[in-house]
């Protein structure tokens, strides 16, 4: 009988699937060639169709009628999950909308595949939720029931920072002690852990892994911090209003800087009451700026002018974020000092993290022999630079940055449900 499972790595920003053939793993293409997809989808308006990736944003972008979401990730275990959201005018669930998605990544793997897959280790972060012990168990169980319902029979979860440090492992010569640095679209996850290729087949890891931490903070932020300290300021936000000299409000500022919350900014109360303050602002001419976003629901496109320009600053110290989308031949230079000043609170929180790592596994910085950098964050520059202070004796290992979770929930699958797996399947649990 084929011995037959993958790992799926459902991310904030992108997420892949690996798939294990009887003990060959390889990534699956989950959009034409790529083997990861973004994680993203747009309801057409005309029939409400689904459509996923690359083809949902640029669906979006061109301004086709229907509605866009990212970062559905970040909803699991909040009360988001059971509120639902609009979705062309009908109320919608956001377990419906991200079953969408997750049965979409299934239904290819199963055709690479040429069967239904029933086995599946999920990833997930060290924390879906800070500080909040019930939100995060009830996140997992939401993700479980969703991973049920497109089809899975068998089910495990294993944190995100473990099983990138599974797909590294396997290009080892020697024992190393790393510290795995998971920098996603909405958490950062660490873990200290003793790899070696001579590991690959114990089915028990447990000795191994010295501790795991994890915090709510990732790419998504940086993008909000960046367009709260540069392009914010040219819509108008901390303005001021009437003759009392009030500050504008900063809600509406803040809900456009972050991908979860912009759809819900599109409402008639909100839009009046912008431009019931225009007539008041001091400054007409950005604040107006906010106004156009608003009446032409162009937040989506002012967030992804944002990203971009995070991504472009990873190789430049200047950048130009086009936003003619709001006027013609607009746009601000952005300078990547800038962006390290507007990130720096939250890179160093990341930091105390991987540090507060270190201290539970009771394992001093020296003592890291290698660093696994995972995760599209990480090559935000002075993410990296820090890394490289916290670090610098150990190797630096970047491969497969975007894809090496997957990878390494397939590489756990393997011994979960492999054929020759001495390890007890436990359908529900987290292996720390």
């Given at each position: 009988m084929?011995?037959?499972s993958c790992?799926?790595?459902?991310?904030?920003?992108?997420?892949?699937?690996?798939?294990n053939?009887?003990?060959?793993?390889?990534?699956?293409?989950?959009?034409?060639?790529?083997?990861?997809?973004?994680?993203?989808?747009f309801f057409?308006?005309?029939?409400?169709?689904p459509?996923?990736?690359?083809?949902?944003i640029?669906?979006?972008?061109?301004r086709?009628?229907?509605r866009?979401?990212?970062?559905?990730?970040?909803?699991?275990?909040?009360?988001?999950?059971?509120?639902?959201?609009?979705?062309?005018?009908?109320?919608?669930?956001?377990?419906?909308?991200?079953?969408?998605?997750?049965?979409?990544?299934?239904?290819k793997?199963?055709?690479?595949?040429?069967?239904?897959?029933?086995?599946?280790?999920?990833?997930?972060?060290?924390h879906?939720?800070?500080?909040?012990?019930e939100?995060?168990?009830?996140?997992?169980?939401?993700?479980?029931?969703?991973?049920?319902?497109?089809?899975?029979?068998?089910?495990?979860?294993?944190?995100?920072?473990?099983?990138?440090?599974?797909?590294?492992?396997?290009?080892?010569?020697?024992?190393?002690l790393?510290?795995?640095?998971?920098?996603?679209?909405?958490?950062?996850?660490?873990?200290?852990?003793?790899?070696?290729?001579?590991?690959?087949?114990?089915?028990?890891?447990?000795?191994?892994?010295?501790?795991?931490?994890?915090?709510?903070?990732?790419?998504?932020d940086?993008?909000?911090?960046?367009s709260?300290?540069?392009?914010?300021?040219?819509?108008?936000?901390?303005?001021?209003?009437?003759?009392?000299?009030?500050?504008?409000p900063?809600k509406?500022?803040?809900?456009?800087?972050e991908?979860?919350?912009?759809?819900?900014?599109?409402?008639?109360?909100?839009?009046?009451?912008?431009?019931q303050?225009?007539?008041?602002?001091?400054?007409k001419?950005?604040?107006g700026?906010?106004?156009?976003?608003?009446?032409?629901?162009?937040g989506?496109?002012?967030?992804?002018a944002?990203?971009?320009?995070?991504?472009?600053?990873?190789?430049?110290?200047?950048?130009?974020?086009?936003?003619?989308?709001?006027?013609?031949?607009?746009?601000?230079?952005?300078?990547?000092?800038?962006?390290?000043e507007?990130?720096?609170?939250e890179?160093?929180?990341?930091?105390?993290?991987?540090?507060?790592?270190?201290q539970?596994?009771?394992?001093?910085?020296?003592?890291?022999?290698l660093?696994?950098?995972?995760?599209?964050?990480?090559?935000?520059?002075?993410?990296?630079?820090?890394?490289?202070?916290?670090f610098?004796?150990?190797?630096?290992?970047?491969?497969?940055?975007?894809?090496?979770?997957?990878?390494?929930?397939?590489?756990?699958?393997?011994?979960?449900?492999?054929?020759?797996?001495?390890?007890?399947?436990?359908?529900?649990?987290?292996?720390v």
């Amino acid at each position: 009988m084929t011995a037959l499972s993958c790992g799926i790595d459902f991310g904030t920003s992108n997420s892949s699937v690996a798939l294990n053939k009887d003990g060959h793993v390889s990534l699956v293409p989950v959009e034409q060639t790529h083997v990861t997809i973004p994680s993203a989808i747009f309801f057409r308006r005309v029939d409400n169709k689904p459509f996923y990736g690359r083809t949902a944003i640029h669906l979006f972008l061109d301004r086709q009628d229907g509605r866009f979401m990212r970062s559905l990730k970040r909803v699991l275990g909040t009360s988001l999950m059971k509120n639902g959201t609009v979705v062309n005018g009908a109320t919608m669930n956001f377990a419906t909308i991200i079953t969408s998605f997750l049965k979409d990544l299934k239904d290819k793997a199963d055709a690479v595949a040429g069967q239904e897959i029933e086995n599946v280790v999920m990833g997930r972060p060290v924390h879906f939720v800070d500080n909040d012990p019930e939100a995060d168990t009830r996140a997992q169980a939401e993700l479980k029931a969703i991973a049920q319902r497109i089809g899975f029979k068998n089910i495990d979860f294993q944190f995100e920072p473990i099983a990138a440090a599974f797909a590294h492992e396997v290009n080892l010569t020697g024992e190393k002690l790393a510290i795995v640095v998971d920098l996603g679209g909405g958490t950062s996850d660490f873990t200290v852990i003793r790899l070696s290729n001579q590991f690959i087949h114990k089915p028990d890891r447990t000795s191994d892994i010295l501790a795991n931490t994890g915090v709510r903070i990732g790419g998504n932020d940086f993008d909000k911090e960046l367009s709260l300290a540069a392009i914010m300021p040219e819509l108008g936000y901390r303005t001021t209003y009437g003759p009392k000299q009030l500050e504008v409000p900063l809600k509406p500022y803040h809900d456009l800087a972050e991908w979860s919350k912009v759809n819900f900014l599109y409402t008639p109360k909100t839009i009046m009451q912008t431009r019931q303050l225009l007539h008041q602002s001091h400054d007409k001419k950005r604040y107006g700026r906010l106004l156009h976003v608003l009446e032409h629901e162009t937040g989506h496109t002012l967030l992804a002018a944002a990203e971009g320009t995070k991504i472009a600053l990873t190789a430049q110290e200047e950048h130009d974020a086009p936003l003619d989308f709001i006027e013609s031949g607009f746009s601000i230079p952005v300078k990547r000092t800038l962006f390290d000043e507007a990130i720096h609170e939250e890179v160093q929180k990341i930091a105390a993290s991987a540090r507060q790592c270190l201290q539970e596994a009771g394992v001093k910085q020296h003592a890291i022999e290698l660093v696994i950098l995972t995760g599209g964050s990480t090559e935000v520059h002075s993410v990296k630079n820090e890394f490289k202070r916290l670090f610098p004796n150990a190797t630096i290992a970047e491969e497969n940055k975007l894809s090496s979770v997957g990878l390494g929930l397939a590489y756990d699958s393997q011994y979960k449900f492999g054929q020759h797996s001495t390890r007890p399947v436990e359908t529900n649990s987290v292996n720390v």
